[in-house]
Every structure is written in C-alpha cells, then in structure tokens.
C-alpha cells in the first residue's frame, strides 16, 4: 500500500515558456535510491517524468521533457528539485516527489513499483 507524506513545494502558475523549480523532501526512507517525479494531468494517470540516484547522481529523464527539466539531489538537505525550463501548456498537472528502492541501480518507471509519496503540487501552463 503506498504511502503518502507532506513534502513537495514550488508548484504555481506560469505562462508558456517560462520556469518554474519544484523540490520535495524524499518520502520514505534513505535507503530508497530512485528518487523520482511523476505527474498527472486531469483524467490522466501518472506518468514518469525523471528518476535520481540518490547515491551517485545518474539521471533519467522521460523523451517529452529531456533538455528541458533538470533533476537533482542535496544528499545533505534530503531533498530532490525539479528545474523545469520551457515550459509547454501540456507540462500543465500534478507533480508528485515518489521513492523505491533500486535493483543494482536501475530505477522503475511505473507508478505502481513506488510505494512512497508526496502530496503532490499543482502547476498550471498557460499562454
């Protein structure tokens, strides 16, 4: 059963082409290396946006949203951002921070293998 906690922030409204950097504190424990966005569109389902390891950095990113979005971790703060640059009116959704544990360091892509989750914030893409 997944659990949710309190943590994500950043989230807002913007117009097309701008940015915004949302940051979560990780759920769960430390021992759950892939640190990952997903996101939600209205009447959509989640959708895998990037994955971090917690311990040597390597990211992934979704084909729709490398080169623009930058993920990161401070192991020091505990926390996970999401730089989202260019923003496109189809970024519009609910971001949510989620964490599993790796299988020597590689990461699932679908919501299901997390059992660790934010609240999830809104951001809205507008022209």
């Known amino acids: 059963q997944a659990q949710v906690q309190p943590g994500e922030a950043g989230g807002g409204a913007v117009h097309t082409g701008e940015s915004l950097r949302l940051s979560c504190t990780p759920p769960?424990?430390?021992?759950?290396?892939?640190l990952t966005w997903f996101r939600q569109a209205s009447g959509q389902g989640r959708e895998w946006v990037a994955t971090?390891?917690?311990?040597?950095?390597?990211?992934e990113y979704a084909d729709f949203v490398r080169g623009r979005f930058t993920i990161s971790r401070d192991n020091a703060k505990n926390t996970v951002e999401l730089l989202m640059n260019s923003l496109k009116l189809e970024d519009t959704g609910i971001y949510y921070c989620?964490?599993?544990?790796?299988?020597?360091?590689?990461?699932?892509?679908?919501?299901?293998?997390?059992?660790?989750w934010g609240q999830g914030t809104q951001v809205t893409v507008s022209t």
């Open positions: 971090v390891l917690r311990g040597s950095g390597t990211t």
């Open positions: 989620a964490s599993a544990r790796d299988i020597n360091d590689n990461c699932p892509t679908h919501a299901a293998a997390y059992a660790f």
């Open positions: 769960g424990h430390t021992g759950l290396y892939c």
